[in-house]
Protein backbone atom coordinates (compact mmCIF):
# COMPACT_ATOMS: atom_id res chain seq x y z
CA UNK A 1 0.00 0.00 0.00
CA UNK A 2 1.54 3.03 -1.01
CA UNK A 3 1.96 5.54 1.93
CA UNK A 4 3.71 8.90 3.36
CA UNK A 5 5.71 9.42 6.40
CA UNK A 6 6.06 12.50 7.83
CA UNK A 7 8.05 13.39 11.27
CA UNK A 8 7.86 14.95 13.83
CA UNK A 9 3.92 15.05 13.60
CA UNK A 10 4.44 18.34 15.68
CA UNK A 11 7.33 20.39 16.48
CA UNK A 12 7.13 23.63 18.57
CA UNK A 13 10.38 26.31 18.08
CA UNK A 14 11.06 29.99 18.81
CA UNK A 15 11.47 33.09 16.26
CA UNK A 16 14.88 32.45 14.66
CA UNK A 17 15.29 28.91 14.93
CA UNK A 18 15.98 26.51 11.95
CA UNK A 19 13.81 23.54 11.33
CA UNK A 20 13.92 20.16 9.41
CA UNK A 21 10.86 18.45 8.40
CA UNK A 22 11.40 15.07 7.39
CA UNK A 23 9.19 12.77 5.16
CA UNK A 24 9.70 9.60 3.96
CA UNK A 25 7.97 7.65 1.03
CA UNK A 26 6.87 4.36 -0.25
CA UNK A 27 4.86 4.62 -3.34
CA UNK A 28 4.74 2.45 -6.55
CA UNK A 29 5.72 4.69 -9.77
CA UNK A 30 6.47 7.47 -8.32
CA UNK A 31 6.92 10.51 -10.34
CA UNK A 32 7.72 13.14 -7.70
CA UNK A 33 7.50 14.90 -4.66
CA UNK A 34 5.45 17.62 -2.75
CA UNK A 35 5.33 20.27 -0.22
CA UNK A 36 2.38 22.16 1.07
CA UNK A 37 1.95 24.79 3.48
CA UNK A 38 -1.60 24.57 5.23
CA UNK A 39 -2.80 27.50 7.50
CA UNK A 40 -6.46 27.68 8.54
CA UNK A 41 -7.35 27.54 4.60
CA UNK A 42 -6.70 25.61 1.66
CA UNK A 43 -3.49 23.93 0.96
CA UNK A 44 -0.87 26.20 -0.79
CA UNK A 45 1.77 24.68 -3.02
CA UNK A 46 5.25 25.18 -1.87
CA UNK A 47 7.55 22.95 -4.16
CA UNK A 48 7.94 20.22 -6.54
CA UNK A 49 10.48 17.80 -6.80
CA UNK A 50 11.28 15.49 -9.31
CA UNK A 51 15.34 15.09 -9.44
CA UNK A 52 17.81 13.32 -6.71
CA UNK A 53 19.71 15.59 -5.05
CA UNK A 54 18.50 18.67 -6.74
CA UNK A 55 17.60 21.52 -4.08
CA UNK A 56 14.53 23.79 -4.58
CA UNK A 57 14.80 27.32 -2.44
CA UNK A 58 12.20 29.71 -2.11
CA UNK A 59 13.37 32.67 0.47
CA UNK A 60 13.72 30.57 3.45
CA UNK A 61 12.07 27.82 2.47
CA UNK A 62 14.43 24.93 0.67
CA UNK A 63 13.74 21.50 0.22
CA UNK A 64 15.73 18.42 -1.30
CA UNK A 65 14.48 15.18 -2.75
CA UNK A 66 16.91 12.04 -1.99
CA UNK A 67 15.55 8.87 -3.96
CA UNK A 68 17.98 6.76 -3.05
CA UNK A 69 16.92 7.01 0.35
CA UNK A 70 12.89 7.77 -0.42
CA UNK A 71 12.90 10.56 1.27
CA UNK A 72 12.72 14.49 1.54
CA UNK A 73 13.64 17.49 4.00
CA UNK A 74 11.86 20.70 4.24
CA UNK A 75 13.99 23.44 5.72
CA UNK A 76 13.02 26.59 7.23
CA UNK A 77 15.60 29.20 8.68
CA UNK A 78 15.23 32.10 10.37
CA UNK A 79 11.53 31.10 11.39
CA UNK A 80 8.76 33.70 11.86
CA UNK A 81 5.37 33.43 13.50
CA UNK A 82 3.40 33.40 10.02
CA UNK A 83 5.35 30.09 9.17
CA UNK A 84 2.97 28.16 12.06
CA UNK A 85 0.96 25.95 9.92
CA UNK A 86 0.34 22.44 8.84
CA UNK A 87 3.19 21.16 6.21
CA UNK A 88 2.01 18.31 3.71
CA UNK A 89 4.39 16.26 2.20
CA UNK A 90 2.68 14.56 -0.69
CA UNK A 91 3.82 11.73 -2.98
CA UNK A 92 2.80 11.82 -6.96
CA UNK A 93 2.07 8.06 -8.36
CA UNK A 94 1.36 7.20 -11.54
CA UNK A 95 0.48 8.53 -14.99
CA UNK A 96 -2.77 10.26 -13.70
CA UNK A 97 -0.98 12.28 -10.81
CA UNK A 98 -2.57 10.78 -7.77
CA UNK A 99 -1.66 12.27 -4.61
CA UNK A 100 -0.42 10.57 -1.24
CA UNK A 101 -0.40 12.85 1.19
CA UNK A 102 2.01 12.38 4.98
CA UNK A 103 0.08 13.15 8.11
CA UNK A 104 1.64 16.28 8.48
CA UNK A 105 3.65 18.15 10.80
CA UNK A 106 1.88 20.37 12.62
CA UNK A 107 5.01 23.63 13.32
CA UNK A 108 4.12 26.34 15.76
CA UNK A 109 6.77 29.52 15.84
CA UNK A 110 6.39 31.21 19.04
CA UNK A 111 7.58 34.47 19.28
CA UNK B 1 -5.68 33.61 -12.97
CA UNK B 2 -8.01 33.94 -10.09
CA UNK B 3 -7.39 30.46 -8.71
CA UNK B 4 -9.87 27.58 -8.71
CA UNK B 5 -13.10 28.96 -7.71
CA UNK B 6 -15.51 27.10 -4.73
CA UNK B 7 -18.95 27.93 -3.95
CA UNK B 8 -20.59 28.32 -1.76
CA UNK B 9 -18.02 28.99 0.65
CA UNK B 10 -20.31 27.79 3.78
CA UNK B 11 -22.86 25.60 3.71
CA UNK B 12 -25.05 24.90 6.69
CA UNK B 13 -28.30 22.07 5.83
CA UNK B 14 -30.30 20.00 7.69
CA UNK B 15 -29.82 16.09 7.62
CA UNK B 16 -31.85 14.43 4.19
CA UNK B 17 -31.27 17.22 2.48
CA UNK B 18 -29.62 17.42 -1.15
CA UNK B 19 -26.14 19.99 -1.14
CA UNK B 20 -24.61 20.45 -4.09
CA UNK B 21 -20.47 22.06 -4.32
CA UNK B 22 -19.37 23.87 -7.08
CA UNK B 23 -15.78 24.58 -8.27
CA UNK B 24 -14.25 26.36 -11.17
CA UNK B 25 -10.77 24.70 -12.08
CA UNK B 26 -7.97 27.02 -13.57
CA UNK B 27 -8.47 27.54 -16.90
CA UNK B 28 -6.26 25.51 -18.77
CA UNK B 29 -5.74 22.66 -16.11
CA UNK B 30 -6.41 19.08 -17.47
CA UNK B 31 -7.29 17.52 -13.94
CA UNK B 32 -9.70 18.52 -11.81
CA UNK B 33 -9.96 16.78 -8.15
CA UNK B 34 -12.18 16.71 -4.86
CA UNK B 35 -11.07 16.23 -1.51
CA UNK B 36 -12.42 15.92 2.05
CA UNK B 37 -11.21 17.19 5.09
CA UNK B 38 -11.75 16.44 8.60
CA UNK B 39 -9.68 16.62 11.63
CA UNK B 40 -10.14 13.14 12.68
CA UNK B 41 -9.46 11.80 9.16
CA UNK B 42 -7.09 14.67 7.13
CA UNK B 43 -7.38 15.02 3.61
CA UNK B 44 -9.17 12.15 1.96
CA UNK B 45 -9.38 12.36 -2.32
CA UNK B 46 -12.73 11.39 -2.96
CA UNK B 47 -12.61 11.48 -7.06
CA UNK B 48 -10.42 13.26 -10.21
CA UNK B 49 -11.21 13.64 -13.39
CA UNK B 50 -8.83 14.19 -16.59
CA UNK B 51 -10.32 15.83 -19.21
CA UNK B 52 -14.04 16.08 -17.74
CA UNK B 53 -13.92 12.26 -17.41
CA UNK B 54 -14.10 10.22 -13.83
CA UNK B 55 -10.75 8.53 -13.78
CA UNK B 56 -11.24 7.64 -9.91
CA UNK B 57 -13.94 7.70 -7.88
CA UNK B 58 -13.01 5.06 -5.48
CA UNK B 59 -12.76 7.62 -2.53
CA UNK B 60 -16.27 8.27 -2.97
CA UNK B 61 -17.61 7.02 0.18
CA UNK B 62 -21.23 5.81 -0.82
CA UNK B 63 -24.14 6.05 -3.11
CA UNK B 64 -25.24 9.36 -1.63
CA UNK B 65 -22.43 10.94 -3.16
CA UNK B 66 -21.54 11.74 -6.90
CA UNK B 67 -19.89 14.41 -9.30
CA UNK B 68 -20.00 15.46 -12.40
CA UNK B 69 -17.72 17.49 -14.92
CA UNK B 70 -19.73 18.32 -17.95
CA UNK B 71 -17.67 21.05 -19.42
CA UNK B 72 -13.52 21.83 -18.82
CA UNK B 73 -14.62 24.85 -16.64
CA UNK B 74 -17.16 23.40 -14.22
CA UNK B 75 -17.83 20.61 -11.80
CA UNK B 76 -20.13 19.79 -9.08
CA UNK B 77 -20.31 17.57 -5.87
CA UNK B 78 -23.54 16.57 -4.93
CA UNK B 79 -24.55 14.92 -1.53
CA UNK B 80 -28.17 13.46 -1.04
CA UNK B 81 -29.17 13.02 1.57
CA UNK B 82 -27.01 14.39 3.43
CA UNK B 83 -26.12 13.30 6.85
CA UNK B 84 -23.95 14.92 9.81
CA UNK B 85 -21.18 12.64 9.23
CA UNK B 86 -20.81 14.53 5.90
CA UNK B 87 -19.64 18.04 7.73
CA UNK B 88 -16.18 18.53 6.89
CA UNK B 89 -14.50 21.36 4.31
CA UNK B 90 -14.59 20.00 0.95
CA UNK B 91 -11.75 21.28 -1.24
CA UNK B 92 -11.83 21.14 -5.55
CA UNK B 93 -8.38 21.20 -6.61
CA UNK B 94 -6.64 20.98 -10.18
CA UNK B 95 -3.73 20.78 -11.61
CA UNK B 96 -1.94 21.08 -15.56
CA UNK B 97 -1.29 18.21 -16.18
CA UNK B 98 1.62 17.15 -18.91
CA UNK B 99 4.10 16.30 -16.27
CA UNK B 100 2.99 19.11 -14.18
CA UNK B 101 1.77 17.55 -10.72
CA UNK B 102 1.16 20.18 -8.83
CA UNK B 103 -2.40 20.98 -7.37
CA UNK B 104 -3.80 24.07 -6.90
CA UNK B 105 -6.33 23.95 -4.51
CA UNK B 106 -9.47 26.38 -3.85
CA UNK B 107 -10.70 28.00 -0.95
CA UNK B 108 -12.86 24.91 0.32
CA UNK B 109 -16.94 24.67 1.02
CA UNK B 110 -17.11 24.47 5.25
CA UNK B 111 -20.26 22.19 5.29
CA UNK B 112 -22.13 21.96 8.15
CA UNK B 113 -24.75 19.30 8.65
CA UNK B 114 -27.50 19.40 11.65
Known amino acids: EDKVVQSPLSLVVHEGDTVTLNCSYEVTNFRSLLWYKQEKKAPTFLFML????IEKKSGRLSSILDKKELSSILNITATQTGDSAIYLCVAVSGNTGKLIFGQGTTLQVKP | DAGVIQSPRHEVTEMGQEVTLRCKPISGHDYLFWYRQTMMRGLELLIY????????DSGMPEDRFSAKMPNASFSTLKIQPSEPRDSAVYFC????????????FGPGTRLTVT
Open chain 2, 93 to 104: ASSPGQGRYEQY
Open chain 2, 49 to 56: FNNNVPID
Open chain 1, 50 to 53: TSSG
